[in-house]
């Protein structure tokens, strides 16, 4: 079956400007997670969505961040006003259920801020 | 303040030796741990898990052992193949006050088996 998928896969922009990045999960999966890999880093948190639930945003770096899950499956997570420090790769993850650990991750959007 | 911690950011092994991952955490909540494996390029991979009700799980090469009271887990590869070379993560999750779930990862060992 489709494992989770990220679009675009690479995204080369201008400081200031916005970007989205998409992440279609996995089918059936009710929670999605979104982290971020910066060169050398671990990962890092970002949000997550669990069904109807309120996100658990604790993990934004600033209001800057921001993202939505439409219909309980589609995720665009948004950055207004890139900054060079944003540049990494933004991964994104589903699974069954929040209590459900094991995740699945999609292959990641690699952004570039110049 | 990292509460599943990584220590040693590399390692290296011959081919056909085995390999040991460590990892410890800080969090008596923690009850569930996994170990995701990562390519360059990919999303990481799911590799292994355990609870904490045992202290040891096993699949095929892989084997994950559990030492609660030193709250210390550690991966063994046997034997250890060059496609095992990636950056291996440590995760782990407890129940918090909200009675969610959320993984805490470690900042990866890259692992290099030479042929």
């Known amino acids: 079956g489709a494992g989770v998928s990220q679009s675009p896969s690479n995204k080369v922009t201008e400081k200031g400007k916005d970007v989205e990045l998409r992440c279609d999960p996995i089918?059936?999966?009710?929670?999605l997670y979104w982290y971020r890999q910066s060169l050398g880093q671990g990962l890092e948190f970002l949000i997550y969505?669990?069904?109807?639930?309120?996100?658990?945003k604790s993990g934004l770096p600033s209001d800057r961040f921001s993202a939505e899950r439409t219909g309980g499956s589609v995720s665009t997570l948004t950055i207004q006003r890139t900054q060079q420090e944003d540049s990494a790769v933004y991964l994104c993850a589903s699974s069954w259920g929040v209590a459900a650990e094991t995740q699945y991750f999609g292959p990641g959007t690699r952004l570039l801020v110049l | 303040d990292q509460q599943v911690k990584q220590n040693s950011p590399s390692l290296s092994v011959q081919e056909g030796r085995i390999s040991i991952l460590n990892c410890d955490y800080t969090?008596?909540?923690?009850?569930?741990f996994l170990w995701y494996k990562k390519y360059p390029a990919e999303g990481p991979t799911f590799l292994i898990s355990i609870s904490s009700i045992k202290d040891k799980n096993e699949d095929g090469r892989f084997t994950v052992f559990l030492n609660k009271s030193a709250k210390h887990l550690s991966l063994h590869i046997v034997p250890s193949q060059p496609g095992d070379s990636a950056v291996y993560f440590c995760a782990a999750s407890g129940r918090n006050a909200g009675n969610n779930r959320k993984l805490i990862w470690g900042l990866g060992t890259s692992l290099a088996v030479n042929p």
């Open positions: 089918s059936g999966h009710t929670a």
């Open positions: 969090n008596s909540m923690f009850d569930y």
């Open positions: 969505f669990q069904g109807n639930s309120a996100p658990d």
